[in-house]
C-alpha cells in the first residue's frame, strides 16, 4: 500500500536549518510528484509547491523564500524539505503529499513533521 | 494568491445536514474544476475526501458530496454523525499553476 512517512519533530533555534524527509512506498517513487503543504498552530493549510521526481525540477508557491528548498534521493524514494535561516514564523506542521487519482488533488500525505522554532 | 475563504465554524446536530462553503475567484474554483476537500481530525493528516469537485475517493461514505456554482464551491455532509466532527478544508488548483487551499472550517456535532 502507498506511505509516505516523514522524519521526527524537530526543534531548532532562529536562524539555523531543519531537512524534513518523506519516504515513499508501496508504489514506483518516479511515478508521482510530491508536494508540500504547511500548517501553522491553528490555522489552515498552505501550499508550499511540488517537485517532479523524474526530473527534480522544483516549483515553488508564489511569494515562497529562497530560504525553502525541494529536493529528491530517489535511490532511497524519499524528498526533501530543507529551510534555512529559520523564524518564529516557520513554526508549523510540515506534510508531504501526493496526487495518485487526478492532479491537484492529494489523496495520500505524510503523517507531518512538526517544526518548532524557538529560542 | 488569497487564501479560499470559508466559514471559521459551522455546527449541526447528529442526523441533520450541513453544508460548508468555499469562496475563490475566476482565477480558481470560477475557472476549474480541480475542487477538493479534505477532512482533518485533531493531530492527524488531512484526508482527501471530495476530489473534482464532485467525486468521492474509494473508500469515502456518500453521506459526503461536493458540488460547485460559479466562483463557490460547496460541501454537504448529510446524516450528520459523532465521527464528523473534524476541520473541513477546501482546496482548488488556480491561473497561477498553483494550488490555494481555504482557511479551513471546524465542524461540532452538537
Known amino acids: 500500500q502507498v506511505q509516505l512517512v516523514q522524519s521526527g519533530s524537530e526543534l531548532k533555534k532562529p536562524g539555523a536549518s531543519v531537512k524534513v524527509s518523506c519516504k515513499a512506498s508501496?508504489?514506483?517513487?518516479?511515478?508521482?510528484?510530491i508536494n508540500w503543504v504547511r500548517q501553522a498552530p491553528g490555522h489552515g493549510l498552505e501550499w508550499l509547491g511540488w517537485?517532479?521526481?523524474?526530473?527534480?525540477?522544483?516549483t515553488y508557491a508564489q511569494g515562497l523564500t529562497g530560504r525553502f528548498v525541494f529536493s529528491l534521493d530517489t535511490s532511497v524514494s524519499t524528498a526533501y524539505l530543507q529551510i534555512s535561516s529559520l523564524k518564529a514564523e516557520d513554526t508549523a506542521v510540515y506534510f508531504c503529499?501526493?496526487?495518485?487519482?487526478?492532479?491537484?488533488?492529494?489523496?495520500?500525505w505524510g503523517q507531518g513533521t512538526l517544526v518548532t522554532v524557538s529560542s | 494568491q488569497s487564501a479560499l475563504t470559508q466559514p471559521a465554524s459551522v455546527s449541526g446536530s447528529p442526523g441533520q445536514s450541513i453544508t460548508i462553503s468555499c469562496t475563490g475567484t475566476t482565477s480558481d474554483i470560477g475557472d476549474y474544476n480541480f475542487v477538493s476537500w479534505y477532512q482533518q481530525l485533531p493531530g492527524k493528516a488531512p484526508r482527501l475526501i471530495i476530489y473534482e469537485v464532485i467525486y468521492r475517493p474509494s473508500g469515502v461514505t456518500d453521506r459526503f458530496s461536493g458540488s460547485k456554482s460559479g466562483n463557490t464551491a460547496s460541501l454537504t455532509i448529510s446524516g450528520l454523525q459523532a465521527e464528523d466532527e473534524a476541520d473541513y478544508h477546501c482546496?482548488?488548483?488556480?491561473?497561477?499553476?498553483?494550488?490555494?487551499f481555504g482557511g479551513g472550517t471546524k465542524l461540532t456535532v452538537l
Open positions: 482546496a482548488s488548483y488556480t491561473s497561477s499553476a498553483s494550488v490555494v
Open positions: 503529499a501526493i496526487e495518485t487519482l487526478v492532479n491537484w488533488n492529494f489523496d495520500y
Open positions: 517537485i517532479h521526481t523524474n526530473t527534480g525540477n522544483p
Open positions: 508501496g508504489y514506483t517513487f518516479t511515478s508521482y510528484a
